[in-house]
């Protein structure tokens, strides 16, 4: 099945900085989501963007398709942004997600 | 409300006993799938439906069972063949006009 690393696993961040999170996948994908995990577990929809570019207040996300690759942007960050984010690609035939291990942030006021 | 329920929120179980865990979504998906995370990991692919009366296993299909008798309903039982059951198990689902999957806030089982 497709594999998937993110990066970094973890990142540290003072309130008001803007980061970067990448997503690298192994096959051609028909989906991808990114997903903000809080830190009572809910896993919230932040992304549906199997490929082009998407906003969405501070954030945002690039899927480069033929690349293999994806990006979070998360501009002026927030206490409330800390928590784990995922990727998760589908391919083949089905749409299934398929999740890496993520990565942990914590903002500091 | 549209959204996925999944039940209860907590559970708690001594070792060798079978436990269901219930996932119920009313915004008519077709596929339904059950994950489990362990601390600091990924989420891993237990089972999926993608239609009523039929399922797929997952990457870790071991010591699980499901059932998809009705198009809401996906339960997952962890049975005591299940090595290390303790875990936080999530439940989503997706649609066929658009796949974006949608996820249940998810159960958190320990077995004593």
């Known amino acids: ?3 998937v690393e993110q990066s970094p696993p973890d990142l540290i961040l003072q309130e008001g900085a803007n980061s970067t999170l990448r997503c690298n996948f192994s096959d051609s994908v028909n989906n ?12 919230i929809n932040l992304f549906y963007i199997p490929s082009g570019t998407k906003q969405n207040g501070r954030l945002s996300a690039t899927t480069v398709a033929t690349e293999r690759y ?20 589908s391919s083949g035939g089905s749409y299934i997600p ?12 | 409300d549209g959204g996925i ?10 070792e060798g006993q079978n436990v269901t865990l219930s996932c119920e979504q009313n915004l008519n998906h077709d596929a339904m799938y059950w994950y489990r995370q362990d601390p600091g990991q990924g989420l891993r692919l237990i ?18 069972s499901v059932s998809r008798e ?3 309903s996906f339960p997952l039982t962890v049975t005591s063949a299940q090595k ?5 198990y999530l439940c989503a689902s997706s649609g066929m006009a658009s796949t974006e999957a949608f996820f249940g806030q998810g159960t958190r089982l320990t077995v004593v």
Request: one cysteine or more; charged letters at 15%; proline letters at 6%.
């Open chain 1, 1 to 3: 099945g497709i594999q």
């Open chain 1, 32 to 43: 991808l989501q990114w997903f903000h995990q809080n830190p009572w577990g809910q896993l």
């Open chain 1, 70 to 89: 994806s990006l979070l942007y998360i501009s002026s960050s927030q206490t409330t942004d800390s928590g784990v984010y995922f990727c998760a690609p």
């Open chain 1, 98 to 109: 398929t999740f890496g291990r993520g990565t942990s942030l914590i903002v500091h006021p």
């Open chain 2, 5 to 14: 329920t999944q039940s209860p929120k907590y559970l708690f179980r001594k």
């Open chain 2, 47 to 64: 089972y999926y439906s993608q239609i009523v009366n039929d399922f797929q296993k997952g990457d870790i299909a071991e010591g699980y």
């Open chain 2, 70 to 72: 009705k198009k809401e």
């Open chain 2, 84 to 88: 290390n059951p303790t875990a936080f």
